[in-house]
Nanobody, 123 residues
């Protein structure tokens, strides 16, 4: 059974950068659509970006366009989320998620979830 583990969350100042990692165990991430979702306190979980098995990218939030990048590292069985020019509104718990077929239309559509990693953007 696929298990996902996130890492890389931290406290960062506005305008800073951060890279989150999602590593897989019990399965090959290349066989799944992998997405990053986030949840701020008091808010619903929202999908951020997703990469399909053929490399196609789905951007769910317009505000991250041009700032966030998702990529795979097949050798390390990992998926990364590179976040640049971070803003306070990017604060939240970031979850890696997998779907066995394709990038779903909404955050709750993923099949498998990691435990999350905290990202705080504050001066």
């Amino acid at each position: 059974q696929l298990q996902l583990v996130e890492s890389g969350g931290d406290l960062v100042q506005p305008g800073g950068s951060l890279t989150l990692s999602c590593t897989g165990a019990g399965g090959t991430l290349d066989s799944y659509a992998i997405g990053w979702t986030r949840q701020a306190p008091g808010n619903e979980r929202e999908a951020v970006l997703c990469i399909s098995t053929d490399g196609g990218i789905t951007i769910y939030i317009n505000s991250v366009h041009g700032r966030f990048t998702i990529s795979r590292d097949s050798a390390k069985n990992a998926v990364y989320l590179l976040m640049n020019n971070l803003k306070p509104e990017d604060t939240g718990v970031y979850y890696c998620a997998a779907d066995a077929f394709s990038c779903p239309g909404y955050a709750r559509g993923f099949d498998t979830w990691g435990q999350g990693t905290q990202v705080t953007v504050s001066s």
